[in-house]
């Protein structure tokens, strides 16, 4: 469950920008929403605050009952690495890890270290299709490879909610698809409340449902509670 | 060129660029000041030994000199050029009977030439206190409560003190002993009655060079100054150990300042090194934009090189303004003036060198192999190994190296010591990165922290490579420089400790026959130690005759054109055992004496250097004259000798078995405590009046303001030192912000927590420091060891345990603090703003 409500973010620096302006909306467990809207719309930003990456200038932030806004960044830390999941754009692996390394480095984060846990990162190696490619290093892989690795090591907590920005920006048609493909048929498998960030309209019609921003306003043409 | 201009403006407006112009400003000021330092450091030692002289050339001799010779000499040197002295250790005993050692001179008008003494009455001169009982007394005295007028006693003869004589201001007086100074006019030297009491009494004869041509001078000089009982020195020559001290100083100071200038290039290159990764994405921009290579070659050049160049100018100025006021604060601190002035012309060629020159060939290769690579390459790399590799390119190496090597020999002006310097650095550089190479390859194996940060620095450290490397190589070459420091200081200091006053004698009495020892050892301290010397002449080396080789003129010829040291007559040691004194080392030979050899011959060792000026080996023999007695002598070992032991230590030993019979002096040493001292020496000069005794507690305080001024130096200097390579230090840490950025936030992001980091960056702190300080400190104590022997020619003292770890918790806690400090705001903001950053 995510409630936002009256969630603002205003930049002060070079001069006062107002990114986003009383936000509300709520979202049910298990749902997968698309939030769109044109480039500086403040996209990007809303979901960095949903994430617990950034700190709201005002308003509420309730992820799984739990008002994220006001906790520390150690406490922050906490919550994502038990709860949340994240796809960046630019895929941010860590270089000096392999594949495998990478996928795991979440379940490092959380102490979970035994071998029912090596099965299962086998098992996701397997489901993003690269088992193949399981010691090689980001460097050695092309950009569809990398993000099927960043999906793959977002889902391997099963985070209950899972955060993606701009997942396919990067990448072509068909490796869009496919990683559509892998966040829908993961999602369906872990239940986790997804929230895409994306201007890609093949990313909306996966979505069961679309919010758009627009200069800093959520647009009243959709409804603001969204269930499946 | 109109985009270069632009793009030139722009780069100068960040703020970035002004803090990396200002940190290079303030290294090279530090560097340029040593360069200055130095230089008027080695222009007042030259100008001293003028002053210590007093005149050009001086005639020693323990003889008088012949009424022959001085008309031979008025041949050459008009009378008012020449003042004949007498001088000779004595004691005066004040008013209040209390004994005095001094060092009296009696001399003739005219003295000083060049003026190595001031009174406090300057219209006052010799000839004032000509044919009266009045004597010129050193300034010490003033100190001890003595005034003009007060009457000492020197032999039969009471003298009025006229003067106090000050030390010339403009003089580095490092050393002076024998004595409180007292001259006399030498019309009244007969009335003392010390000439008649067997006192050993020096001829001097002082010489001011004529106007005549300085070749034609000498060598009619030359001829003249052949007996063998004369010993010459001339201007460029001055009391050994001084000059020895000085040399010290100024190769240190000139060790140091090539040290600064490698640490000081190496910052550079990791400045120019993180600037251009900063300004690829730049590179990118403008290569999609169209901009072709060259003008985006000088785009990227011209900012790096002004600001270098600004910088190298801003440090000149920075360092010349500061010169004097330092140098008058240095003056203050330790006592030291300084004469000469420093070239600003060579100031300002060091800079421009620096600023244009080291930065275009660091730069220039670099770049142009970055730009031939296709843009897509560029992009596709992390930012991070690739291009540490392109400044690895050869010629980038080459030039690098040859600016490093042409700066060497501006700022020490010796081809040799350049270089040994370069190849030095060379030979450092390359043992530092196999070292490197070597632990990251047993690093896996560690068995420590085994936990995922523990692993995920492990590998962080073995597949990053070329990073690693890069990073434990900047470490090591600053941590080097840093131990380098630290064990040069602690062997010199070590070398110039006099040791401390408890135990150690503090009254000496020379002069000594054997029966008069038999005697004073009646009345002395059971505890005095007898030294037994005998007075030596050589009349031959390996056959050949010390005076024919003069006449003939092949013997060692000083700088100067003039021999001196094969002539004199020498302290011999006479030893009944073949044990060494405290300070002494055996060189060559196996022991001090060997087995015996034939009846009619000698064994004597001789202290190395000593044996090097006179060209002698081990077994090779001279002709030695005791008490007119000729003595054949073999050398039977070389002794290194620490002349900075507060003990009376010899060029030549003799065996006492081997010269049974033969006229002995001792040397009496003797521990009483300081409140009786003075009682002391009333005690044995009433019972032998014509010995010299010696208060060693003066001698031991000169000597002990001395080194505390030397060790002074030597500390700035490695402090100095310390700044450079902290400075350098600064500048990896820089280089590395943005990549432990990167990876922090994004571990942040995935959960991790910043405490959990912050023990990451301890532990990466650890590793680091600790491998880098291990090869560093392997490599210093044999770079520090090769310097000492070679360079400073003084012995290496290996450090304590103490030394070593301190330095290793200093490496430690340096690179720890400096890791936490430069990513506080890396653990402490939110991620997102760490990403907004990278754009």
Redesign the interface.
């Known amino acids: 469950m995510i409630e936002v409500e009256n969630l603002c973010k205003n930049f002060t620096k070079p001069i006062l920008t107002k990114v986003l302006r009383e936000i509300s909306f709520t979202l049910e467990t298990g749902t997968w929403t698309s939030l769109m809207g044109p480039s500086g719309s403040g996209k990007s930003t809303l979901l960095s605050l949903l994430a617990g990456l950034d700190t709201p200038t005002s308003g509420s932030l309730k992820l799984l009952n739990q008002e994220i806004s006001v906790f520390s960044e150690e406490e922050k830390a906490t919550f994502r690495a038990k709860n949340l999941g994240f796809i960046f754009q630019n895929f941010r692996l860590l270089p000096s890890l392999s594949v495998e390394e990478n996928i795991r480095v979440p379940l490092e984060i959380l102490g979970k270290v035994s071998s029912e846990q090596d099965k299962w990162v086998s098992e996701l190696i397997e489901r993003v299709g690269l088992s193949h490619r399981q010691t090689h290093f980001p460097s050695q892989l092309s950009g569809g490879e990398q993000q099927r690795v960043a999906v793959a090591r977002a889902f391997s907590t099963k985070p209950a909610i899972l955060l993606a920005d701009e997942p396919t920006g990067n990448l072509d048609d068909e490796n869009s698809e496919k990683i559509l493909d892998l966040l829908s048929s993961l999602q369906n498998t872990f239940a986790s409340t997804l929230f895409v960030v994306s201007h890609d309209p093949a990313v909306a019609e996966r979505a069961h449902t679309r919010l758009v921003l627009h200069k800093g306003h959520l647009s009243q043409e959709f409804p603001q509670v969204i269930s499946k | 060129m109109n985009f270069a201009l632009f793009w030139f403006k722009k780069e100068f407006r960040r703020p970035q660029t002004w803090l990396l112009g200002l940190l290079m400003a303030l290294g090279l000021s530090g560097l340029v000041f040593v360069d200055l330092f130095a230089q008027r450091i080695s222009q007042t030692a030259e100008q001293d030994t003028r002053n210590f002289l007093s005149a050009d050339y001086v005639v020693r001799s323990w003889t008088p000199f012949d009424q022959d010779f001085l008309e031979n000499i008025r041949k050459i040197v008009p009378p008012q050029d020449q003042i004949q002295q007498q001088s000779l250790m004595a004691n005066a005993k004040n008013e209040e009977g209390e004994i005095l050692n001094i060092d009296l001179k009696a001399i003739d008008n005219a003295y000083p030439f060049y003026g190595d003494w001031i009174l406090k009455e300057t219209s006052l001169r010799m000839e004032d206190i000509q044919g009266k009982n009045e004597a010129f007394v050193d300034a010490g005295l003033a100190n001890l409560g003595y005034k003009t007028g007060d009457l000492i006693q020197i032999g039969s003869q009471k003298f009025a003190i006229r003067d106090f004589v000050v030390k010339e201001p403009q003089s580095l007086n490092l050393l002076s002993i024998g004595g409180y100074g007292v001259w006399i006019h030498r019309s009244q030297l007969e009335a003392t009655g010390l000439t008649s009491f067997g006192h050993r009494v020096r001829s001097t004869l002082y010489i001011r060079k004529s106007n005549s041509d300085a070749k034609t001078f000498r060598e009619s000089f030359r001829k003249e100054i052949q007996n063998p009982n004369w010993r010459l020195m001339s201007a460029q020559q001055s009391n050994s150990q001084t000059q020895r001290t000085v040399q010290l100083l100024k190769t240190y100071l000139g060790l140091i300042a090539l040290c600064g200038t490698f640490l000081g290039l190496a910052g550079l290159f990791m400045i120019f090194v993180s600037d251009l990764r900063r300004r690829l994405p730049q590179i990118l921009t403008l290569r999609c934009l169209g901009i072709k290579d060259r003008p985006l070659l000088v785009t990227l050049l011209l900012p790096s090189v002004a600001s270098v160049f600004i910088a190298a100018l801003a440090g000149f100025a920075i360092a010349y303004s500061l010169e004097e006021r330092l140098t008058l604060l240095l003056a203050q601190r330790l006592d030291i003036v300084l004469s000469g002035e420093s070239s600003p012309l060579r100031g300002i060629s060091l800079t421009i060198f620096l600023g244009i020159l080291a930065a275009i060939p660091g730069l220039f290769f670099p770049v142009q192999k970055i730009l031939q690579v296709p843009t897509q390459r560029i992009y596709?790399d992390?930012g991070?190994s690739w291009i540490l590799s392109q400044f690895l390119d050869l010629r980038s190496v080459l030039s690098m190296a040859t600016v490093a090597f042409v700066l060497s020999l501006i700022l020490s002006s010796s081809l040799l010591l350049s270089l040994a310097n370069l190849a030095g650095i060379a030979v450092l550089i390359g043992l530092l990165f196999f070292t490197s190479k070597l632990f990251l390859s047993l690093l896996p194996r560690l068995p420590i922290w085994n936990d995922?940060l523990g692993n995920?620095l492990k590998?962080?450290f073995v597949?990053?490579r070329e990073r690693s490397l890069m990073w434990l190589l900047s470490l090591g070459f600053s941590f080097f420089f840093l131990m380098l420091g630290a064990l040069l200081t602690h062997s010199i200091q070590s070398q110039l400790t006099i040791v401390s006053a408890e135990g150690q004698p503090n009254m000496l009495i020379m002069g000594a026959s054997q029966d008069d020892s038999n005697a004073i050892r009646n009345i002395v301290p059971s505890n005095t130690e007898t030294v037994p010397y005998l007075q030596v002449r050589i009349s031959e080396i390996n056959g050949e005759s010390v005076r024919e080789r003069i006449l003939k003129g092949e013997s060692n010829i000083d700088e100067d054109g003039f021999s001196d040291f094969r002539v004199r007559e020498y302290f011999v040691n006479v030893r009944s055992s073949s044990e060494l004194f405290t300070g002494e080392k055996l060189d060559e030979g196996n022991s001090l004496f060997g087995p015996k050899l034939t009846e009619d011959k000698v064994r004597v060792s001789l202290e190395s250097e000593f044996a090097e000026r006179m060209e002698l080996k081990l077994d090779d023999t001279l002709l030695l004259e005791i008490a007119g007695v000729a003595v054949e002598a073999q050398v039977s070992s070389l002794r290194k000798v620490d002349w900075f032991q507060f003990r009376p230590n010899f060029f030549m030993v003799l065996d006492q078995e081997d010269i049974l019979g033969a006229p002995l002096n001792e040397i009496h040493l003797m521990r009483v405590p300081d409140q009786e001292l003075g009682a002391w020496q009333k005690k044995i000069i009433g019972a032998f009046p014509y010995l010299s005794t010696l208060d060693l507690r003066q001698t031991r305080d000169q000597l002990s303001q001395v080194v505390s001024k030397l060790v002074l130096s030597v500390q700035g200097t490695s402090f100095f030192l310390l700044i450079a390579a902290l400075l350098v230090l600064f500048a990896i840490f820089v280089a590395r912000r943005q990549e432990l950025q990167k990876?922090f936030a994004?571990?942040?992001?995935?959960?991790?927590?910043?405490?959990n980091l912050s023990i990451y960056l301890v532990r990466e702190s650890i590793l680091s420091a600790s491998l880098s300080w291990i090869s560093a400190c392997l490599l210093a104590l044999i770079g520090a060891q090769l310097i000492c022997t070679f360079s400073l020619k003084t012995q290496f003292f290996f450090p304590s345990w103490e030394i070593l770890l301190g330095t290793y918790l200093l490496a430690v806690v340096l690179v720890l603090v400096l890791n936490l400090l430069m990513s506080r705001r890396t653990l402490?903001a939110?991620?997102?703003?760490l990403?907004s950053e990278e754009l």
């Not at chain 2, 994004?746 to 405490?755: A, F, V, Y």
């Not at chain 2, 939110?830 to 703003?833: A, F, I, R, S, V």
Request: net charge positive.
């Open positions: 596709s992390a991070g995922f995920f590998r962080n597949r990053q990876e994004l571990l942040r992001c995935l959960g991790e927590r910043s405490r402490k939110p991620p997102q703003e990403f």
